[in-house]
């Protein structure tokens, strides 16, 4: 039996997904708790210029978060639309 990851949701990331519409907001959540069963699912991919920080795609919206494997936890940092969010992750 494989063990779900715990998932925190920073602050920032409860910002944003407070601007997002109610529809949009609940698909986001719906993504983020699917990642406690596998949090590298095929559609996510490593964010480049960080060493273990994730994103994952829904849409035009993108989910930024990083697995903390050894204590099985998932941080998640921002989430809402691309344009916002890759302006908050300077993409080196």
Do not use: C, W
Request: no cysteine.
């Amino acid at each position: 039996m494989t063990r779900e990851y715990e998932i925190k949701i920073h602050e920032e990331a409860l910002k944003s997904l407070s601007k997002i519409d109610r529809v949009r907001r609940g698909k986001l959540l719906d993504v983020i708790k699917q990642l406690a069963k596998d949090p590298y699912p095929p559609s996510s991919k490593a964010l480049r210029g960080y060493a273990t920080r994730r994103r994952i795609r829904f849409s035009s919206y993108r989910i930024i978060y990083e697995v903390v494997a050894g204590q099985l936890i998932i941080h998640v940092f921002d989430a809402g639309n691309r344009k916002d969010v890759y302006k908050k992750y300077d993409r080196k």
